[in-house]
């Protein structure tokens, strides 16, 4: 059974990491004294439900996570720091620090370091997420034992919750533009004034006119979403703020 090790502290680890091409080791002490941190494992980099769901989850909430008394949140994985530096320009995740548990000692001092051979992936970190104060685990969950991939528990809203069941959380922003127009420029100022972040999706990039036209009903930007509301082009949009 994976030990649950709420009340202790977290292993004594350096991780090696690069930083502007150069080699920075990053000790236990750094990521975790004198603050709150949101910590959650992984099997690895790059895989399905880890760069579809867990880390842009943890992502997406960042801010609320942070307004909620969380000063970092940190992704571990057993994989080196070329290939997480490569995952976080991949997936944008700006918000979490990704750190490289190369040769597995964080996760095997845990307890959580698994054989994951049957893949080819050797020794990985079970799925886990834990609130650790000051060095002192708090909380953890950690994914039931059993076949496959278990992702249930170890999520950002899983954590949050625990943090504040009450905790307000963002607002989902899509907005659709092209390079180059004035009126996508003042939607994305007026978005960034309210303090709302968003996905851009750029027409001839991302999106077809055709596709546009498919999901809008629209042939014109910008065009923009909030939680899955059609809201319309900038002069809705600053309506919508007016009356929010």
């Known amino acids: 059974m994976l030990p649950n090790k709420e009340g202790q502290r977290v292993p004594n680890v350096t991780f090696r990491t690069r930083k502007d091409n150069e080699w920075v080791d990053v000790t236990t002490?750094?990521?975790?004294a004198g603050k709150t941190v949101v910590v959650f494992s992984l099997p690895g980099a790059f895989t399905p439900t880890c760069s579809s769901t867990h880390l842009p989850g943890y992502n997406e909430l960042a801010k609320t996570f942070k307004a909620n008394g969380v000063d970092e949140i940190v992704c571990i994985s057993v994989n080196d720091?070329?290939?997480m530096n490569e995952w976080a320009k991949d997936q944008e995740a700006e918000n979490v620090t990704l750190i490289p548990d190369g040769n597995g000692?964080?996760?095997e001092g845990m307890g959580m370091l698994v054989d994951k051979t049957d893949l080819g992936f050797g020794k990985r970190s079970w799925r886990y997420s834990m609130l650790v104060k000051d060095g002192l685990i708090e909380k953890m969950f950690i994914e039931p034992e059993e076949p496959g991939d278990p992702f249930k528990v170890s999520d950002a809203d899983t954590m949050l919750h625990y943090i504040n069941s009450a905790a307000a959380k963002p607002k989902i922003v899509s907005l659709f533009t092209k390079v180059g127009?004035?009126?996508?420029?003042?939607?994305?100022?007026?978005?960034?004034?309210k303090g709302l972040d968003y996905e851009e999706i750029v027409l001839g990039q991302d999106i077809t006119t055709r596709s546009l036209r498919a999901v809008t009903g629209a042939t014109t930007v910008p065009q923009v979403f909030i939680d899955g509301k059609l809201i319309g082009g900038s002069e809705a949009l600053e309506s919508y703020l007016a009356a929010s």
Request: glycine fraction near 0%; include cysteine; proline fraction near 4%.
């Open 81 to 83: 720091t070329f290939v």
């Open 105 to 107: 000692e964080f996760s």
């Open 181 to 193: 127009c004035p009126f996508c420029a003042r939607a994305k100022a007026m978005l960034t004034e």
């Open 29 to 32: 002490a750094d990521l975790f």
